[in-house]
């Protein structure tokens, strides 16, 4: 057996290529490392530990021909390659090319193979948006929402929506939710990063570990043709009950390493109160029915990090007051930061991230007049987490009979969901879910998709609702399907639209201004 795999010297890619090639019936695995200088080692050491089974390939997923190379008489192809936040901030044109152009690209090459390889397409849970307890499960075929300014979740989603759409013989999406590793206490010291991180978003994590061991599974269970229900299809990646916590959660693990809490070295007025991304997955239970992955939990991960870097007992030393001066308040007013944004004047974003910069300003400044989800104000906490006790009415509706199997979908079921996206369907015909079909949305904009692309997967027109312009305040008022996930953390008389100028700088039109 032959895999070609991307991504492989990110943290999730580093642990499936492991896993991976402890299976015996892999023969080689074709990997594709750009041509940084940090990869000049890995390679030599991947040559090293693994000799005629790892073949190394330098350059750019975004290149055709290359691609072409990876993926030649191959298997499986698992795309894993991203550009992630805060490099996809701070190069949205790096972003643009890895993350949509180098999903085409390797798509493409996959399509003009002859077999075609099995293709497993890495996505992202920030294709979701913005959610808070009023909604805080979420599941495939739920709005896709992506928040403004995020340019990671933007090239993702159009990556997605090509893979799902190309008509290739034999893929599957897997959105992968907030991924722990070793280095993420390092990874996120260095950017104003950590602020946009809602303290009340619901967050689902799953372990590098983990992440990886599941790609090993289901390259294990197709071989052995154990799970041919499992292909033509999305599903998101998570860890259930113990991977599930809070923005708040996750900082007071963090910092119970180094001795602290968020109390102790933040102000809770420092963090965004939306345009965040975040989710607890109802349908998690899917790939962990199948492959049976989930292993760690997101606090014993967390004292696993501790023992791991034992210099960051070393913080339970350091005075409060200077591991603010040294690193935190860098961090907050780094250009990143939506305090540095407050003191910039930068509308659009302190708009996007609070909804108005007096909301931002009146902000409660002390942490016991902060409402959290983890304190219980918001009901019983461990209540809320418990993925059993939802009903239909917990979750956001899709807009069509969900209980009809694939196979049963008519026009009628394409009709409804249209409907309930403010559209309608031009076709007259339907041959099946995954044959596109012309749709209309509110604005008049025609555009071709499958059923399943839609109903299945959550995609509506890529003519409007693909950002940019982040337009969600107007789509919202004409689209219950969008309406229903928008509004939990945006008033109904919001009416702008974010976009970006030529230079890449934040803009913002207030469409009540115009009329």
Known sequence: MKIA?????GNMGKEALKQVLELSSVELVRVLLTNKKKNNKLSKKLAKEYGSRIEILRGTVADKELCRELVAGVDYVVHMAAVIP????ASPAASWECNY????ALVDAIKESNPQPKYIHISTMALYGNRNEKHPFGRVGDPLLVSPFDHYAMHKLRGERYAIEAGL????????TAM???????????????FHTVLNAPLEWVSDRDSGYL????????????????????????AGIKGMNTGYDTFNDGFAI???TPEKFFKPHWFATRNFHGVWFADGHELEDLFHFQRDGVSEYWKEIGSMHKIYALGKLVPAKLMYLFLFRRLRFHYNSPDRWLKDNDIPRVTATFGSVDK?????????????????????????RDVSRLTRDDLLQHGYDEDKPISEWTLSDCVDAARFRGGEVVSNEYNGAYNKLVWRCADGHEFEATPFTVLCAGHWCEKCCQPTPWDFDRLSKNNEFFAQAWYDSHEKDENVTYDLDENGNSVMHNLNDEQ
């Open 5 to 9: 795999m991307t991504g492989t010297s």
């Open 86 to 89: 805060p490099a996809s901030d």
């Open 101 to 104: 152009l180098g999903a085409k």
């Open 169 to 176: 013989d034999c893929w599957v999406v897997l959105r992968q």
């Open 180 to 194: 722990l590793n070793p280095n993420m206490m390092s990874d996120n010291i260095s950017d104003g990063l950590m």
């Open 215 to 238: 790609i090993k599974r289901i390259i294990e269970r197709d071989a052995n043709n154990e799970v041919p229900q499992f292909w033509k299809n999305v599903y998101n990646i998570g």
């Open 258 to 260: 180094i001795g602290g």
């Open 360 to 384: 931002a300003n009146s902000l409660p400044t002390k942490w016991e007049e902060t409402k959290l989800i983890v304190k219980g104000d918001f009901g019983d906490y461990d209540k809320m």
